[in-house]
């Protein structure tokens, strides 16, 4: 059974930092690209950023880009999300994704990320 399991969220003052880590079982995760989404009170889900499973490049939202990072390790089956210089507007639940070809198959349960003015 594939599990996702985010974590790293909570309350943060604009300008702070958090690291959200999603750890990955029941799949051969160095084979999978993977991605963070996000998803604010009333607004669709949307894309943040992915790595590919070599991790020799990073791609991200215009929201984001400067500001967050995504790594991975695939000795320790997790990937990472530093979210540097925190915006009111990046309060969202955050969601971590897998994916074998370009569809993401499958989703964490996500974390919450609230981020105060």
């Known amino acids: 059974q594939v599990q996702l399991v985010e974590s790293g969220g909570g309350l943060v003052q604009a300008g702070g930092s958090l690291r959200l880590s999603c750890a990955a079982s029941?799949?051969?995760?160095?084979?999978?690209?993977m991605g963070w989404f996000r998803r604010a009170p009333g607004k669709e889900r949307e894309f943040v950023g992915s790595?590919?499973?070599?991790?020799?490049?990073?791609d991200y939202a215009a929201s984001v880009k400067g500001r967050f990072t995504i790594s991975r390790d695939n000795a320790k089956n997790t990937v990472y999300l530093q979210m540097n210089s925190l915006k009111p507007e990046d309060t969202a639940v955050y969601y971590c994704?897998?994916?074998?070809?370009?569809?993401?198959?499958?989703w964490g349960q996500g974390t919450q990320v609230t981020v105060s003015s």
């Open positions: 994704a897998a994916a074998l070809t370009t569809q993401y198959r499958y």
């Open positions: 029941g799949l051969v995760f160095s084979s999978y690209s």
């Open positions: 790595i590919p499973r070599s991790g020799d490049y990073t």
